[in-house]
């Protein structure tokens, strides 16, 4: 593979082509290249909406409209629909941010009697939830983004919390690069995902923690309804679901339900904004 | 591998037609691995990966073999790769555009079309010294062929692996699928036994060729 160009220019070349080459190709490929940036940018962002979406009516079944509330610093949730930026987004990225702590924390299991953990869920976090209503406008549950570390990377999920029924009603993998054929069965495996139809996340008497943590156990054991029937084959990745959700509802659940009349009440958080 | 007498010859079907079996990527000029392995693990990651490196091998032998009488042979290499990774990124944007799920699920690989040698290889051998049109025919055959023998592999992975192909069930339900085939493992062992069926075929192929010539001399 030596001599392909032109074999017939033997004697070396200026350097004036070879800089006109390089730099004339490099402004044509950077002209492509914005170009497409810039014609399909707003079709991803908008395909990125329309995923988040479509993911927060599959955990949440039967919602038909959605409405995105955000976390404000004294804990209370206020409506924030698309172009008004409230006080706690502004935050987003402060060391609260609850995906962090999942994060570093979910490949060892944690008790959620954990007095560190119970501090948390006291503590505001700076996100947002998706709120899904039914067609007659009634509340079917709210969406919550969780992360937590599974066996190659971060995997970021999306489950569906009823305060009503106090269960977690839906989930979907968001983003996941686990095993293919192995871990990746966590976002298709239909016996796994019907673990999540109606998983109990019952507050208990104080109304500060779960009463059961959600647990992973073996595939085929699960006795209790907060337990998860982990993957055989995928024991790492069932585990790492099972340690976001109880990370995250061990956060959420509490707040939610106790402020669980703002979602319900829908027109009036909109009429006070 | 390429023939430079032939630069002379005006395009022709059989541009396209070595890319797919005489001179199949994979399977004859065994190119390209690293996606071959990678990404064969199911049919349809097979096929999307296929149908990626051949619109870059594509567009990237129509760019290269547009300028190659502007391109001094002493930065070609810099800038076949500067052309090769700008219809990379274009690709990763229009997959992005049109499916997140595809894209989600051939994660890092598309990054990595850049690295491809074949694409490369196609860029320097052919298109670097032959017309527009052959060049445009040798990149979609290569790529066909490319695709071809990916989704070879992919499918039969995903079969043994999976029971399934493109998603479907394949197998009554009691099969149990044998998971070392969707591993990287058996990535190895799937592209050995097809390596194994083509040379069989070919070394066939070329006895009986010799036996014609001999009786008919």
């Known amino acids: ?273 | 591998m390429t023939d430079s007498d032939l630069s002379a010859r005006t395009p022709t079907t059989d541009e396209f037609i070595k890319g797919l079996w005489r001179e199949n990527p994979v399977f004859v000029q065994v190119l390209g691995m690293c996606p071959v392995l990678a990404v064969s693990n199911s049919a349809i990651n097979a096929l999307a990966m296929g149908l990626a490196t051949t619109f870059v091998i594509v567009l990237s032998n129509t760019l290269v073999s547009t300028l190659r009488h502007f391109i001094p042979k002493q930065v070609r290499i810099a800038t076949f790769i500067l052309i090769i990774a700008t219809f990379v990124t274009v690709v990763d944007y229009l997959i992005q555009a049109i499916s997140l799920d595809i894209h989600r699920a051939l994660g890092a690989f598309i990054s990595l079309i850049v690295v491809n040698c074949l694409i490369l290889g196609r860029a320097e051998a052919f298109a670097s010294r032959n017309g527009l049109g052959r060049s445009i025919l040798d990149g979609l055959g290569m790529g066909v062929g490319f695709t071809f023998a990916l989704l070879c592999l992919g499918g039969v992975r995903e079969i043994l692996g999976n029971g399934t192909l493109f998603g479907a069930a394949v197998f009554p339900d009691g099969f149990q699928p044998w998971i070392v085939m969707i591993l990287p493992s058996g990535g190895f062992f799937t592209l050995a036994l097809w390596l194994l069926l083509f040379n069989w075929l070919r070394s066939r192929q070329a006895e009986r060729q010799t036996t014609l010539a001999e009786a008919a001399p």
């Open chain 1, 1 to 273: 593979m030596v001599e392909i160009i032109q074999t017939d220019r033997a004697a070396p070349p200026a350097s004036w082509p070879m800089y006109r080459a390089l730099v004339g190709i490099g402004m044509l490929c950077g002209l492509l290249i914005v170009s497409v940036y810039v014609l399909t940018g707003p079709v991803i962002a908008r395909n990125e909406a329309r995923a988040l979406e479509a993911a927060v009516f599959r955990v949440l079944p039967g919602a038909t409209s959605s409405h995105t509330f955000a976390l404000t610093e004294d804990g209370r949730f206020r409506s924030a629909e698309e172009g008004t930026p409230t006080d706690s987004e502004a935050e987003a990225g402060t060391p609260t941010y609850s995906g962090m702590e999942a994060g570093t924390n979910t490949g060892t299991p944690i008790d959620s009697g954990d007095p560190e953990l119970e501090k948390q869920a006291g503590t505001p976090t700076d996100r947002v939830v998706h709120a899904g209503y039914d067609d007659n406008g009634s509340l079917v549950g709210v969406a919550i983004q969780a992360q937590g570390m599974g066996y190659q990377d971060v995997i970021r999920v999306l489950y569906g919390y009823d305060p009503a029924r106090d269960a977690i009603i839906g989930m979907q993998v968001l983003a996941s690069k686990e095993t293919p054929g192995l871990g990746d069965k966590i976002e298709k495996d239909p016996a796994f995902l019907a673990n999540f139809d109606a998983l109990d996340v019952s507050l208990a008497p104080d109304g500060q923690s779960l009463q059961h943590p959600i647990e992973a156990v073996k595939g085929g054991e699960k006795s209790q309804p907060w337990q998860i029937d982990g993957i055989t084959g995928a024991t790492i990745s069932s585990k790492a679901i099972a340690g976001t959700l109880r990370q995250s509802s061990a956060q959420w659940v509490p707040l939610i339900h106790r402020q669980r009349a703002i979602f319900t009440d829908r027109e009036v958080s909109n009429d006070g904004q």
